[in-house]
């Protein structure tokens, strides 16, 4: 049976409780219908295309047990992000599904806050969504436009073009590995570093806005380079030699788990939520530009080969890298 | 820990899960970039407004433990097409997460089927969509079009207009009755219609579009009629007469439940997912003409009042109602 707080809760309308914390103060003039109806009715430019996907985070899978409620609001909406990064779309709109177990105001009240300020920061709006019943789990649907024929795919390398990565890769990973593993010894400061990059991945939107003109393929990197990697090249139905001491991991990373664990968890670590791409390299000089006014740096990691599956190479040598798939993580309480 | 089986299922990445059970067969050319990417790419044609939506059900909340996943599926994608009719929004695209406790393939095709089914009787196309771990929940949100300043809300109801109500009221509730109290007493010709009612409700898409041309305001009946009517009279600053001997029940709802207990679910029943509109009295000759050529009987049950509130009336009689809101159902098993 369904409890006497959740049926208060359920009583105030999925809508009012939608409307109640969650509705923007203002909306801009691409909405003309916002939260609190049927729908939202929006407006998209004619020189646009309409770009969509859904992400879902779930307690005990994507975070922790026990993250806060601003923290996962950042991840569930961060994903999304990620996503029209990956496709060098420009986020505008977004809607909510959120499960909970029961109602607790002050954990949607924290949850709202963090959900607002980091849509602000991308200026992407709310508008709608519904509260249920049930285990944590938040689903958020992301809208973005994209100039008309001016967007990224997975599907666009081609032999001979460069991988390249951006940020460092592992530290989300790392940071997560800190939280698993409290006898780890990490200075305070590298442990602060890299449980910000866990629970604050920054989505590369700006990047993903500028790669548009140079890269052929993209996407962001949620379950590991390694396997992310081979996704890539099944979508472009090619292969790619990858570098291994190209790997860009920091000395956060370095101190910590070694130069070893470092590249283990580069390469498997999952929700670092960077942007993998690959460029012709006639356009490199034009990503230089890019990298400096975006001030993201991106680290050349490969090529794209004709031949299918990823080849790892150390200085010369062709090596075996031990398989270490990502399921995010096991259930931690 | 994540069990054997479903690690099975994350080896095969979301978007393989997706892409495999869920790709259609053929997408219209308004989809430019379907299932498999980190986004799907749409054309929005200029004289339209997109519509979103969002809308999640969750095991032993929305549906009982036990349902078919065929039904699920239904229910799922129908509980957001009726929020396109309630827009008066020609549904087109949907994004799919599911939330799924273990692996099961013969579950997932099942779901794919019945998603299928539905999804190509509206002329709406899957566009992309995750899987995760977690109890059993599918959030859909729905995409749909309407010529632009052509949409219904639920804040457009003036004092004098006419309710309506699409089909007959009541009738899902019934049928979960029927589901939850194996002992109640029905022919098996009304046991089977009306638990093709709850299980098979039928989204009013086509009603919708049309009542764009004579209707002041329109939402879905999900919550119940009393609940829902008293949310469009907030919405639209108003309250309402409403006349309990005009609710429309049907033959199978009196025969199982008597009058009485017929107004009750007419009342207080969900998930009927018919459509409650307001009219204004001159237009009232075309609404003729609407139901008519959709085919779907409305009934006038009652009007707009300039003061506050729901008022039920017997007859000529003001009668007190008692509150039964509906939570859908409590946990069923």
């Not at 003039?29 to 407006?43: K, R």
């Not at 809208?143 to 008309?148: A, F, N, P, S, T």
């Not at 967007?151 to 951006?166: E, M, N, Q, Y």
């Not at 997560?176 to 442990?191: G, I, V």
Request: aromatic share 6%.
């Amino acid at each position: 049976m369904l409890n006497t707080a959740w049926r208060q809760v359920l009583t105030l309308g999925e809508f009012d409780l939608i409307k109640r914390f969650f509705t923007p103060a203002n909306y801009s003039s691409d909405v003309l219908l916002g939260v609190g109806d049927d729908a939202a009715v929006l407006a998209v430019p004619q020189h646009c295309r309409l770009v969509a996907a859904v992400d879902t985070v779930v307690e005990g899978v994507h975070f922790p047990v026990k993250t806060s409620a601003a923290d996962i609001a950042y991840r569930a909406l961060a994903v999304n992000l990620s996503d029209m990064a990956a496709m060098g779309a420009q986020p505008r709109w977004f809607t909510l599904s959120l499960s909970m177990p029961q109602a607790d105001e002050q954990w949607i009240s924290e949850f709202s806050v963090g959900l607002s300020r980091l849509a602000a920061r991308f200026s992407v709006q709310l508008v709608g969504g519904d509260t249920v019943k049930g285990p944590l789990s938040i689903s958020i649907q992301i809208l973005g436009l994209v100039d008309k024929d001016q967007w990224l795919t997975r599907s666009g390398a081609k032999p001979g073009d460069l991988i390249f990565v951006s940020g460092a890769l592992g530290e989300a990973a790392g940071g997560l590995q800190l939280l698993l593993k409290p006898d780890l010894h990490a200075s305070l400061e590298h442990r602060q570093y890299l449980l910000e990059r866990f629970y604050h991945p920054t989505p590369r939107v700006e990047l993903g806005l500028r790669l548009k003109l140079v890269a052929s393929s993209a996407m962001d990197v949620s379950d590991g380079l390694l396997t992310d990697l081979r996704k890539l090249c099944a979508a472009s139905h090619c292969g790619a030699d990858l570098q291994l001491d190209s790997l860009p991991h920091s000395k956060p990373m370095n101190s910590v788990f070694g130069a070893a664990g470092a590249e283990h968890l580069a390469l498997h670590g999952g929700d670092d939520y960077e942007l993998l791409f690959t460029v012709p390299a006639d356009d490199v000089v034009a990503l230089q530009d890019i990298m400096t006014e975006t001030g993201v740096p991106c680290t050349e990691i490969g090529r794209i080969t004709r031949n299918g599956g990823v080849q790892c190479y150390r200085s010369q040598d062709a090596v075996v890298v031990e398989e270490g798939g990502y399921d995010h993580f096991a259930v931690v309480n």
